[in-house]
């Protein structure tokens, strides 16, 4: 019999619920169950491909090449599974799903309802995801109360009736403020959550607390009181120096023994030591470097997420701290200058798309290669590292990529053969997994200590190949290659400490523990030329 936790949040946005199931699903992986999770958004996007970096914070790629909710990277890094593309369900996918029913015929004679037809998929997804695994995590997007949350949470009152409770866990995830006038937690907003989701039919077995600072015990008690939830299925996930800390923090509390309990699991000891290590790597470096991070949605810290928390890992594992200095490339296209008063140790040019900010990310690449800086770029960011070596050293006057300049007289980046012609947008691009042979003697190859591996792609544009020989003799190494296809993956230059692009995104993929090689070589190659390494 499947067994979901079914996770909800409660208050305001952003409350922590991605992190919360991340943490409980790390939880019980350290007691050796196998764990599923599922991310639900709410919005009518069939996907997050096409969503602005600002609206939606950054777009995750699976393996099998969705383009998913940054929530299935948190689980992804706490879990260290690949989940599919299939773990992200949308409004969007499910009324799709139930119209094109509709018009093929699979429904002759009925009236197409929200309830049976929409709830039905729904629970259909999430069984078939819940297939052969101990447990399977359910966050629900969205806060309670929200309207477009409703067809979900019917969804998943309905599964606890067929189910069972034996089989079933709701967690409410809610935030209680500390009103400094009076000293005292206030915990009324989250009273009224638990009651708008009673209103809906589900009472929560377990309430996460989400608060600056500790909750003490009269708090923990009046809260049992008034949500009707027994104060040992409190818990509470307040601030912490790492969110990779909360699974610790839940531990600590009892979160295992609660669900192993609840869910009829057995009984184990969990095996976090591993874990622990990490947390500990992390927040007690011994080094710290100044990483710039130039893009064009640097307002929005977590555009970029999976490079932040891959620059983490790679600085735990070096006991050293990535202090990031965000560049806006809006503000060094108005004004290079910007660039010349910073102390950097290494730069990463970041991912992205558009014309808008480009010259500035095209600065901070020349600004890198000239003053020796360890340099990464990653998809987008390698492509400009290739149009400002056509223009600086080759001095190919006017060379761009054809998604910035379609006149350019030097397309040293242009569109792949097959997405020419395509007629719509969603989920179009290169996506997912693709085997990269390294070539031996580079600095790749010594890197990542293999002839081949498997990253994540998401782009249109490639290299173009007929000016590669140009390049070649001026210094620029191609130092990864497609397997399947004759297509660039990684560069490199000669007669500089640390200069590396990359086609695809190598973020998703690291984890604690198990940082990605350019992220770990970048760190390295700083810290060498501090003297510290």
């Known amino acids: 019999m499947p067994k979901l936790i079914i996770i909800t949040g409660g208050v305001m946005s952003s409350v922590g619920k991605g992190v919360t199931s991340a943490s409980i699903g790390r939880i019980l992986r350290a007691r050796g169950f196998s764990v599923n999770a599922v991310k639900v958004d709410p919005y009518l996007n069939v996907d997050a491909g096409t969503m602005n970096p600002y609206q939606h914070g950054e777009v995750f790629v699976t393996y099998d090449g969705g383009e998913i909710d940054l929530d299935l990277g948190h689980y992804e890094r706490f879990l260290d599974v690949e989940l599919p593309r299939r773990n992200n369900i949308t409004s969007g996918q499910i009324y799709l799903a139930v119209i094109e029913r509709e018009r093929r015929g699979e429904y002759l004679g009925q009236t197409v309802q929200l309830i049976p037809h929409v709830t039905d998929e729904i629970k259909k997804r999430l069984l078939d995801a819940a297939d052969g695994y101990d447990a399977t995590l359910v966050e629900i997007g969205g806060t309670v109360g929200d309207y477009e949350q409703l067809p979900f949470l019917e969804a998943v009152r309905q599964l606890r009736l067929e189910l069972g409770e034996e089989n079933t866990v709701f967690i409410h995830v809610a935030w209680i403020p500390f009103l400094k006038t009076t000293e005292e937690f206030k915990t009324k907003p989250l009273q009224h959550s638990v009651a708008e ?127 990031l200095e965000w560049i806006s490339s809006d503000k060094v296209e108005e004004r290079p200058e910007l660039l010349e008063g910073k102390s950097l140790d290494a730069m990463v040019v970041l991912p992205g798309f558009g014309k808008r900010g480009t010259e500035g990310m095209i600065e901070c690449v020349r600004y890198a290669r000239v003053n020796k800086i360890p340099f990464l770029g990653i998809c987008f960011g390698m492509q400009l590292a290739v149009v400002e070596f056509a223009r600086n050293v080759l001095g190919l006057r006017g060379a761009n990529s054809t998604e910035l300049d379609p006149d350019t007289p030097h397309p040293v980046i242009h569109l792949a053969p097959e997405q020419q012609g395509l007629d719509r947008l969603g989920g179009t691009m290169i996506l997912g997994n693709r085997e990269v042979e390294i070539v031996e003697g580079t600095l790749a190859r010594e890197l990542y200590g293999s002839d081949k591996t498997v990253e994540r792609h998401r782009h249109r544009y490639e290299v173009n190949l007929d000016y590669l020989p140009k390049m070649a003799e001026a210094g620029l190494v191609v130092s990864g290659w497609r397997t399947d296809i004759r297509r660039v993956e990684i560069i490199e230059l000669r007669d500089h400490p640390f200069f590396i692009g990359t086609q695809f995104h190598p973020e998703f993929k690291s984890r604690p523990g198990k940082p990605r090689p350019v992220f770990y070589g970048l760190i390295s190659a700083a810290l060498k030329l501090r003297g510290e390494a």
């Open 197 to 323: 989701l009673r209103r809906y039919g589900i009472q929560p077995d377990a309430l996460v607390v989400r608060s600056e600072k500790p909750i003490d015990k009269a708090t923990a008690k009046k809260i049992s009181l008034h949500t009707n939830v027994p104060a040992s299925a409190i818990f509470n996930s307040y601030d912490v120096d790492t969110t990779y800390r909360v699974p610790l923090v839940l531990e600590q509390q009892g979160m295992g023994e609660f669900l192993s309990k609840r869910l009829g699991l057995p009984d184990r000891r969990p095996a976090l030591e591993d874990w622990q290590s990490f947390v500990e790597a992390l927040t007690n470096p011994k080094h710290t470097i100044t990483v710039g991070m130039c893009g064009k949605y640097v307002e929005l810290k977590d555009s970029y997420i999976s490079i932040v928390e891959a620059l983490k890992h790679a600085g735990a594992a070096l006991r050293t701290a990535p202090k």
